[in-house]
């Protein structure tokens, strides 16, 4: 049988055996959830206690103790550890992040205004009846998608036929189907920006809610409800933490049979788990303050442009208020998308809490009350004052790994700190702790992974020895499966993947998106002169291409025949007048040559009658310039 047949076979027994659990845990009075069940199942399969062999096939005696272990897990219902596993499965099904849900929530909000839009745009009305019908349906329309309070419907009929009146209709069915949806969509803003003006005139906008003040006033409530829950979730990790730093003095005897150092660990994850979760939905409700602000101030902008532009005019063109009245309803409907996600916020921060009832009762055991007002207990906030004084790893106690501190490295608070950013020495230990790191003290860099510690010392032995560590956080994950999501710890098991990823019975959205990663090449800055040069010799082959390059000329040839093809214009400079005066006249005299040649006339004759050759005589004449 070839790999892809047994890996649909496998999938099929798995597929059966998490039905099967889930019948079981209904026929008994439970109802979960596949993608819980399918995760418990994981969780059991390896659970070293439980010895089930992951590399092989199981038999059917294995599967029906597999399904019974995973039935009796799930209807613990003291269980803390099962607490956290709901919790974490609820979060990660409900939660996504702004701009998700914000995609989400438009397109399910266009998918309901589909059947309305679709009657419109598929319309063909003809007779009068007809087109009344029609624009009626084009108010409702209207109404429902800006989200607004549907019972004024004479405003919204009044606004709309100020802009789109009844006899527009003719050439409104002429168009396209998606002019007539973009249409739609234009007349929606415009119409809602009319009402939201008309409202802060006081002339009209009746039964709209003024969002900015409930924004303003339910966003601080959020923020100090997460706030109380956190410092109160914080306030019991510590004191279980506080419990098990002394657990190996506690006598037995002090704590109740049912109080065993595995369930305070358990205790104290779920602790953990919860503060990570109220961390997100504070950052995400300071995220939805200064997301108003800004849309108030812009708010606030376009209405006092629309009163400038509009004032008391009778008629005011279209092209100059219309942009105004979309630009102002697009505003509103980001206010409407903020008071959907803080509803969703608050909905969320209140459904978590009904996963944290062990974990409180435990905290409420008496035994535990007692010895917890015999011991101290250290905060977080103790821990970092403690390192306040600059205590960081020094260079002399580094034994492996790449260090990184806050004033030598750029963006170190954007590191990805493995573990959520946990101690990494903690977490390894037998009597595991959730002890939150202190990257201040430095950050090691291991294959390629960065780890924070809450001391020095910490940091140390985990560097001497660090792959025996990461292998005995992977092992104390095994016996307490709610680790793997909390620290996220998919990558050491290949066969968990997140609890979206467990079975295909989620109703969450697949959303894609493009996307792109950076990775700086060097992360200390560095000066690097791009043109140098060491070798001379290119360096003189350099310069005798610029001296080259000085002698060349950009030449062009006009023939003729293109002479008359385009119009050619020359711009010369005309010469300039200039004189020149000097300060005085002077003059320079030279010697006018003078020669005498003496003997050119009168040649004599000699006896025989012959002229004899002239004597001639040249005599200087010239005067000296000095004479």
Request: glycine share 4%.
């Amino acid at each position: 049988m070839s790999g892809t047949a047994n890996r649909i076979q496998a999938e099929g027994v798995i597929k059966n055996i998490i039905r099967e659990i889930v019948q079981e845990c209904a026929a008994r009075g439970e109802g979960v959830s596949e993608t819980l069940v399918a995760f418990i199942v994981k969780a059991v399969v390896l659970d070293p206690y439980n010895n089930f062999q992951v590399d092989r096939v199981l038999a059917s005696e294995d599967v029906q103790r597999l399904i019974e272990l995973c039935v009796r897990r799930l209807l613990d219902g003291k269980s803390a550890s099962l607490d956290t596993i709901k919790m974490q499965v609820y979060f990660d099904m409900n939660y996504t992040t702004r701009e998700e849900f914000l995609t989400e929530h438009r397109r399910v909000l266009e998918t309901r205004l589909q059947p309305i839009t679709r009657e419109i745009t598929d319309n063909r009305a003809t007779t009068k009846d007809e087109l009344e019908s029609l624009y009626r349906k084009i108010v409702s329309s209207v109404l429902l998608r800006s989200g607004l309070d549907i019972s004024v419907v004479r405003e919204a009929t009044a606004a709309l036929q100020s802009v789109f009146p009844q006899t527009e209709l003719g050439n409104f069915l002429n168009l396209s189907k998606r002019d007539k949806d973009r249409q739609l969509i234009e007349l929606t803003q415009i119409v809602t920006g009319i009402r939201l003006f008309n409202k802060e005139c006081g002339k009209g906008g009746e039964g709209i809610d003024n969002l900015p003040a409930i924004l303003n006033e339910a966003i601080p409530a959020t923020l100090k409800e997460i706030q109380q829950q956190t410092d109160d979730v914080v306030d019991t990790s510590e004191k279980f933490i506080a419990v098990l730093d002394t657990m190996t003095t506690l006598s037995q005897k002090q704590l109740s049979n049912e109080t065993t150092k595995q369930k305070i660990q358990q205790a104290m994850i779920n602790s953990r788990q919860l503060e990570l979760y109220l961390n997100i939905l504070a950052n995400d409700a300071r995220q939805s303050a200064r997301e108003v602000d800004e849309l108030l101030s812009q708010f606030n902008a376009r209405l006092d442009q629309l009163k400038t532009t509009i004032q008391n005019r009778t008629a005011v063109p279209t092209a100059q208020v219309y942009p105004q009245f979309m630009h102002l309803a697009v505003i509103w409907f980001s206010f409407q998308d903020e008071m959907v996600l803080l509803s969703v916020l608050s909905n969320i921060l209140y459904s978590l809490e009904p996963y944290t009832v062990n974990t409180k009762e435990l905290l409420a055991d008496e035994a535990i009350k007692k010895y917890l007002a015999k011991v101290s207990i250290v905060t977080d906030k103790q821990r970092l004052q403690a390192n306040n004084s600059g205590n960081v790893v020094q260079p002399e106690d580094r034994s492996e790994g790449t260090w990184y501190y806050p004033e030598t490295t750029k963006n170190y608070d954007k590191l990805p700190l493995m573990y959520k950013g946990f101690c990494a020495y903690h977490l390894a230990l037998n009597d595991f702790k959730l002890v939150h790191g202190d990257p201040r003290i430095g950050v090691v860099q291991v294959n390629d992974r960065f780890y924070s510690f809450s001391e020095p010392k910490d940091a140390v032995l985990f560097c001497r020895k660090p792959s025996t560590y990461i292998e005995a956080i992977a092992n104390n994950a095994k016996y307490n499966p709610e680790l793997i999501q909390l620290l996220d710890l998919h990558a050491h098991f290949s066969n968990i993947a997140p609890y979206g990823d467990l079975t295909q019975s989620s109703s969450k959205p697949h959303l894609k998106a493009d996307s792109g990663t950076q990775t700086d090449t060097h992360f200390h800055e560095k000066n690097i002169v791009k043109d140098y040069e060491w070798n001379e010799w290119e360096l003189r082959r350099k310069a005798i291409k610029l001296a080259n390059l000085r002698r060349r000329l950009t030449k062009s040839i006009q023939t003729n025949g293109s002479n008359f093809r385009r119009e050619n214009a020359t711009q010369v400079y005309l010469p300039k007048e200039q004189y020149v005066q000097t300060k005085r006249d002077n003059y320079t005299n030279v010697p006018q040559p003078k020669v005498y040649l003496s003997g050119i006339r009168g040649h004599q004759r000699n006896e025989d009658g012959e002229f004899l050759p002239a004597d001639v005589k040249k005599v200087d004449l010239t005067l000296d310039i000095d004479e």
